[in-house]
């Protein structure tokens, strides 16, 4: 019987589960090495811990590691339903929150170990918390693609920690009430952009898209519906989407380095953001800052029983 120690959260309604014990050991290569030995050896514990019959599709895990950085208070590998995911903003929010809730961290910096770099959390009480994100990028502007059955559109195509497909106009509300469509049409967009062979930098596959519309929290400035891998739904405003439109705003002169944006997310929650420049010899990049809120939601051991038909958990996301 493997025990599996536990701390759920959630940030701006969407589910966070962090490893605390009781997972593979990776060895003491960097975080990326240790990503891919997971995910060529022990995938059957990711889809064991977020999938059923022990978590659900929307959940995303978080493997606590020790940081290859020694500047770092902790490492973590992030993963979902159907994979892994290079860094998460609504997650590290709740890992920073997980860690103050076990006595690993007190209120002020810390430094998170990531697949994809090193990024910094700021926790200001039990609950809130800043991300300065990975250096985010447009890659290109309003590129085309045709999705069948719906038509052509355009989207820009950004890095903020994952690849994104950013699209501004479409016939679509964005409103709880119409996920279901919202769901289909940006599942039908990811599959024409793979068709297509539309990527990201160095033939990255994107897989999150991102549509806009008229916020209706106060103070916001849009609000998002986000598709993520597994064909589920970020129901924050996405951490690394909103990275990746800060650095869409910025290479259109439309938000000035340290001026706040307010994203809204599709349940109502809000992520507070700006961004300042990279460094000089990274023209057009720039450097994102993430705040938002999380909430711990429970504690528990999962109990792995090599017995169990199910052990693995149940993979049906798509």
Same mark, same amino acid.
Request: net charge negative.
């Given at each position: 019987?493997?025990?599996?120690?536990?701390?759920?959260?959630?940030?701006?309604?969407?589910?966070?589960?962090?490893?605390?014990?009781?997972?593979?050991?990776?060895?003491?290569?960097?975080?990326?090495?240790?990503?891919?030995?997971?995910?060529?050896?022990?995938?059957?514990?990711?889809?064991?811990?977020?999938?059923?019959?022990?978590?659900?599709?929307?959940?995303?895990?978080?493997?606590?590691?020790?940081?290859?950085?020694?500047?770092?208070?902790?490492?973590?590998?992030?993963?979902?339903?159907?994979?892994?995911?290079?860094?998460?903003?609504?997650?590290?929010?709740?890992?920073?929150?997980?860690?103050?809730? +076990?006595? %690993?961290?007190?209120?002020?910096?810390?430094?998170?170990?990531?697949?994809?770099?090193?990024?910094?959390?700021?926790?200001?009480? %039990?609950?809130?918390?800043?991300?300065?994100?990975?250096?985010?990028?447009?890659?290109?502007?309003?590129?085309?693609?045709?999705?069948?059955?719906?038509?052509?559109?355009?989207?820009?195509?950004?890095?903020?920690?994952?690849?994104?497909? +950013?699209?501004?106009?479409?016939?679509?509300?964005?409103?709880?009430?119409?996920?279901?469509?919202?769901?289909?049409?940006?599942?039908?967009?990811?599959?024409?952009?793979?068709?297509?062979?539309?990527?990201?930098?160095?033939?990255?596959?994107?897989?999150?898209?991102?549509?806009?519309?008229?916020?209706?929290?106060?103070?916001?400035?849009?609000?998002?519906?986000?598709?993520?891998?597994?064909?589920?739904?970020?129901?924050?405003?996405?951490?690394?989407?909103?990275?990746?439109?800060?650095?869409?705003?910025?290479?259109?002169?439309?938000?000035?380095?340290?001026?706040?944006?307010?994203?809204?997310?599709?349940?109502?929650?809000?992520?507070?953001?700006?961004?300042?420049?990279?460094?000089?010899?990274?023209?057009?990049?720039?450097?994102?800052?993430?705040?938002?809120?999380?909430?711990?939601?429970?504690?528990?051991?999962?109990?792995?029983?090599?017995?169990?038909?199910?052990?693995?958990?149940?993979?049906?996301?798509?």
């Amino acid at each position: 019987m493997q025990r599996v120690k536990v701390v759920d959260s959630h940030t701006g309604g969407e589910p966070t589960r962090v490893v605390v014990s009781g997972g593979p050991d990776l060895g003491r290569g960097t975080m990326a090495e240790r990503l891919a030995r997971f995910k060529n050896e022990f995938d059957w514990f990711r889809s064991a811990v977020v999938n059923e019959p022990r978590g659900s599709d929307v959940i995303v895990g978080a493997l606590l590691c020790e940081p290859h950085d020694a500047s770092c208070a902790a490492g973590v590998i992030f993963f979902n339903n159907v994979g892994y995911l290079g860094m998460c903003g609504h997650g590290t929010i709740g890992l920073a929150v997980t860690l103050a809730h +076990l006595g %690993r961290a007190n209120a002020g910096a810390m430094k998170i170990d990531t697949p994809v770099g090193v990024v910094e959390a700021i926790l200001e009480d %039990r609950n809130v918390a800043t991300v300065n994100n990975v250096v985010s990028w447009r890659d290109r502007k309003l590129w085309p693609v045709d999705v069948p059955g719906y038509g052509k559109f355009a989207g820009d195509i950004a890095w903020g920690g994952n690849w994104f497909y +950013l699209i501004y106009e479409h016939p679509f509300q964005i409103s709880p009430g119409n996920v279901e469509q919202l769901t289909e049409f940006t599942w039908a967009v990811r599959q024409a952009l793979t068709k297509e062979g539309i990527t990201g930098s160095g033939g990255a596959e994107i897989d999150h898209i991102e549509l806009y519309g008229p916020p209706q929290a106060k103070g916001a400035q849009s609000k998002n519906f986000v598709l993520c891998p597994g064909k589920i739904y970020d129901r924050s405003p996405c951490g690394t989407g909103t990275s990746a439109k800060l650095a869409c705003l910025a290479a259109n002169g439309k938000l000035k380095p340290g001026e706040m944006y307010v994203q809204e997310g599709i349940l109502g929650s809000v992520f507070e953001a700006t961004y300042a420049p990279a460094e000089k010899d990274m023209p057009g990049r720039v450097l994102p800052t993430i705040r938002g809120s999380a909430y711990v939601t429970g504690e528990a051991e999962l109990l792995l029983d090599a017995k169990d038909p199910f052990r693995n958990g149940i993979a049906v996301g798509a």
